[in-house]
């Protein structure tokens, strides 16, 4: 089938299949899988406009919705965290989008750029799993994975909810498991901007970018920032299609503006893994999400500098 705004000829059965394999598993750590879509609509579909950005975005808000769901039945969407990472993403999504129209056009100059943002947070990643110490009884990854398994045994499978014991522009604190987790609310906005700029050129949302700092940086569990995250990344993926879409009449000679169809296949399929990604979640350890994550990255990172280099 011919998808004219892409430029590329694929069957249709293909991206929602690519997309649900890869959500299945992402979604585990709070990512929604775009991160992954994008390398693999410009190296193997051969999508290297600029709107490849947008039909990423696109991806995102049909997809995500029911990863959000399934975390929030369970009662592990911290919600204040939520809506400090889209205050900070939104203004930054906009201006990442405008610097990928006009100064990252080039889908090799682009793929460095990717290269460099997902090699820096894989490789933090992985240093910070091989600094941990597995035989740390007292660690609270430790007492978590213990407490898994208690609950893998009780009749409804669920985890325990989270509860918010302070939320102000000074602090977020919540309890998860009896344990209290604590951060600074303008170092999550801070960092939150950041990423917004950056998930806006990538086309990601920012959910690959800050699921693993939230993890790596603040020392929050997996299994209560994965929502957070894909929640921040719906709502600054809608704000980035917006801007593509709109943004599209003004630049008649460049393909901006998301391909629609594409967007809503990949989606479609990304909304299955999604929802099951996130419903299988609490039988997969932590670490064995974090490594998954942290490999993806590396590799994807790896795959763009060799092109970019012709090694």
């Known amino acids: 089938m011919l998808f004219e705004t892409a430029g590329i000829e694929v069957a249709l059965w293909v991206p929602p299949l690519v997309a649900f394999g890869i959500s299945f598993f992402t979604s585990m750590g709070g990512v929604s899988g775009a991160f992954l879509l994008l390398p693999f609509q410009m190296s193997f579909l051969g999508y290297t406009n600029p709107s490849v950005s947008a039909t990423n975005q696109l991806f995102n808000i049909v997809a995500i919705p029911s990863g959000v769901y399934r975390y929030w039945r369970e009662g592990r969407m911290v919600w204040p965290l939520t809506w400090i990472v889209v205050a900070g ?3 930054g999504v906009f201006i990442g989008a405008f610097v990928r129209i006009n100064y990252l056009p080039d889908p090799r100059n682009f793929k460095l750029f990717a290269a460099a943002v997902l090699f820096y947070i894989g ?6 799993l091989l600094g941990k110490k597995t035989g740390d009884k007292n660690s609270a990854e430790k007492r978590f994975r213990e407490l ?3 609950h893998r045994g009780r009749a409804d499978g669920k985890m325990p909810a989270v509860t918010v014991c302070r939320f102000d522009l000074k602090r977020l604190c ?6 209290q987790f604590e951060v600074g609310f ?19 949302g920012g959910g690959a970018i800050i699921a ?4 790596t940086f603040f020392g929050l569990p997996v299994y209560t920032v994965a929502g957070a995250a894909l929640m921040g990344t719906f709502v600054t993926s809608v704000a980035g299609v917006a801007f593509y879409q709109a943004m599209a009449p003004f630049y008649p000679g460049v393909s901006v ?9 990949f989606g479609l399929g990304g909304m299955g893994g999604m929802y099951l990604g996130a419903r299988c979640q609490k039988f997969m ?14 590799f994807t990172a790896a795959k763009y500098l060799t092109a970019f280099f012709g090694w």
């Not at 490789?123 to 910070?128: F, I, S, T």
């Not at 303008?186 to 050129?201: E, K, T």
């Not at 693993?212 to 993890?215: A, H, R």
């Not at 670490?287 to 590396?298: D, N, Q, T």
């Open 89 to 91: 993403t939104l203004p």
């Open 123 to 128: 490789l933090k990643m992985v240093l910070d």
């Open 148 to 150: 898994v398994r208690k």
């Open 174 to 179: 919540y309890t998860f498991y009896g344990e």
């Open 186 to 204: 303008w170092g999550i906005f801070a960092l939150s901007f950041i990423v917004g700029i950056i998930g806006g050129i990538y086309g990601i």
């Open 212 to 215: 693993p700092f939230f993890i």
């Open 257 to 265: 503006a998301p391909d629609w169809l594409l967007g809503i296949l």
């Open 285 to 298: 350890p932590a670490r064995a999400i974090k490594w998954m994550l942290a490999g993806v990255m590396v």
